[in-house]
C-alpha cells in the first residue's frame, strides 16, 4: 500500500445523514466516505449510528450509540479503512453538544477485526476530557487504559510502528507531542483504522466532529529517534496506567514518598522529586554526592534518603544516608561497588548488593554503617535484595540456576530457596505492602543482564499460591523499577517506561 495523506480542513456542521449497518463482525457495503472504504455499528446498539462527510467543509461528523468501548466487547460506530504495515491517523477533535454522559468517547482506532471483543488499541477523548490510550491485548481480553496527564486536547493521533503504539496530543494551535502513553501488542495484516464514537450509554446518541483528518501508511524507519521517558503509576487493581510526566531525557527507578502524594526519581546523577499529580520535578540538594545512580531509597519513617552514589575516591558506588529533604550525605559503605535495594522495616539494617573480589553477591550492613555481612554466596549473580514487610525474608534475584529468577532467605541468609522457575529472565523482586504479593521485572530468555530498551513485561505473583499474572509489557529494562516502587498504601506502583520517538 502505497503511502499517502490527505488533510481535511477545520470547518465542519452537521448533516443529516444515514448509514447502512454493520452487524457483529460483517462489514458495510456502503460507498466510500471521504478517506475511508465504510462504516457502521460494531457490537450491539439500539440506535443506529451514521457519518456524514462534507466534502466542501472537509469534515466527517460521526454519530455513535452503544453502551461502553471497554471490558471484553464494544458498542460503538465505526469509519473504517483496511491497512497493512506502520499507520499514523491524525485529527481535530470536538463534540457537539453537552451530551449526556461525561465518558462518552470519540476515538482513533486501530482494530484486528470488526467483532464486537476484537483486539484493538485507540486513542479515546471522553467527554469530560480524560484521554487515554485504551487497548485490548488479545480477542476477548480485558481492556485497559494509559491515561494522559494532558486533558481535553484538540488535536490526537494514533501511531503504530511496529509492535507498538504511540499517542500523541496537542492543545489548540499547538504542535502534536508524544503523550508519553505508548503500548506493545500486536495485529495481524490486514487490520482496520479509523474514527469510532461511543455514547457510553445504550439508550442515547452522542455526536462527534473530526476534522483535518489524516491518514499515512508505510511510514518511514525514523533515522534519528529521541529516547523519551515516562513516570508513570498503575492502579494494582484494574491495572490501569497514567502518565505523570514524559520527558526527552532519561530517567530512572521512582520511589513513593510515605504520603503518597510524590515520587523521587533520578536522572542525570541528581535526585528529584515529582508531585504524582504532575508538575515540573524539581532537584533534590545531595551535597557532594552528583553521581547518583539508580538504587536510592526512603527510610521507613519517612525521615531519611538512601542513594548509591559513584561520585567519591575511586568512582565506584557507595551507599550514603541522608535527610529526606536534602543535604549533606553521611557514608554508609566505605567498600564498593555497593548498590542499595532495601530497608529492614524496623530501620536498623540495609541490603545491597555488593561486588567483592569480581563476584556480585547479596550483603547487609547497619543503617548506622557498621560491619558488613555477606548473605549469599552461590555461583553467579546475586542482586536486588528487599525485605518482606515483616521482616521475615529477603527477597533477591538469582541466576545460579542459569537463567535469571526470583529467590528468597531469612534475613541472616539461611533457608534460601527459589520462587520463580520459566522461560523469562526475572529481575528486582518488590513485596507489596501488605506482604500478599510482590512485583518484578521480566525480560526475555535470550537477554543477559538488566540492559536498558528492552521489551519487558511486568508482572505480579500472588505470594500464596504462586500465580503470576502480566500486568504491563511495554520497552523499558534498566531503570523501570531496580528499586521499591510501591505506594504505603499496597494500591499502586510507580515504574519508568521508554520509547523511541521519530
Known sequence: MGCFSIALGVAAFLLTGTALRVSGSGEDAADPVGIF???????????????????????????????????????????????????????????????????????????????????????????????????????????????????????????????????????????????????????????????????????????????????????????????????????????????????????????????????????????????????????????????????HGVSPDGTQLVISDQSQGQKKSLIYKLPIAGGKPTLITPSGPSYWHGWSPDGKTLAFCGERDGKFDVYTIPAAGGEETRLTKAKGLNDGPEYSPDGRFIYFNSDRTDRMQIWRMKPDGSEQEQITSDEYNNWFPHPSPNGKSMVFLSYEKDVTGHPENKDVTLRTMSLKDKKIDAIGRFFGGQGTINVPCWSADGRKIAFVTYQLVP
Open 37 to 295: 472504504e465504510s462504516h457502521g455499528d460494531v457490537g450491539d446498539v439500539l440506535h443506529r449510528g451514521s457519518v456524514t462527510f462534507d466534502k466542501e467543509a472537509r469534515s466527517y461528523t460521526v454519530v455513535g450509540s452503544g453502551e461502553n468501548m471497554w471490558s471484553t466487547k464494544d458498542a460503538f460506530h465505526y469509519v473504517w479503512k483496511k491497512a497493512s504495515g506502520d499507520v499514523a491517523l491524525t485529527a481535530d477533535i470536538s463534540f457537539v453538544g453537552k451530551g449526556k454522559e461525561p465518558h462518552r468517547k470519540a476515538c482513533l482506532v486501530i482494530r484486528q477485526s470488526l467483532d464486537a471483543d476484537a483486539a484493538y488499541v485507540d486513542a479515546a477523548l471522553h467527554g469530560d476530557g480524560l484521554t487515554s490510550l485504551q487497548f485490548r491485548e488479545a480477542k476477548g481480553a480485558a481492556t485497559h487504559e494509559v491515561q494522559a496527564s494532558v486533558s481535553a486536547p484538540s488535536r490526537l493521533r494514533i501511531e503504530k510502528r511496529g509492535r507498538y503504539a504511540l499517542m500523541y496530543l496537542a492543545a489548540k494551535d499547538e504542535e502534536l507531542r508524544f503523550s508519553g502513553a505508548a503500548v506493545r501488542l500486536s495485529f495481524e495484516e490486514p487490520f482496520y483504522v479509523g474514527l469510532g464514537v461511543c455514547a457510553h450509554d445504550k439508550d442515547a446518541t452522542e455526536t462527534a466532529v473530526f476534522t483535518n483528518v489524516e491518514l499515512k501508511t508505510d511510514l518511514p524507519a525514523a533515522k534519528k529517534p529521541v529516547l523519551y521517558s515516562t513516570l508513570e503509576t498503575q492502579t494494582i487493581a484494574s491495572t490501569d496506567r497514567r502518565v505523570v510526566y514524559v520527558t526527552p531525557t532519561r530517567i530512572e527507578a521512582p520511589n513513593w514518598l510515605p504520603d503518597g502524594k510524590e515520587l523521587i526519581f533520578n536522572s542525570s546523577g541528581k535526585l528529584h522529586r515529582i508531585p504524582i499529580a504532575g508538575g515540573k520535578p524539581e532537584a533534590i540538594d545531595t551535597d557532594f554526592a552528583t553521581r547518583c545512580n539508580n538504587d
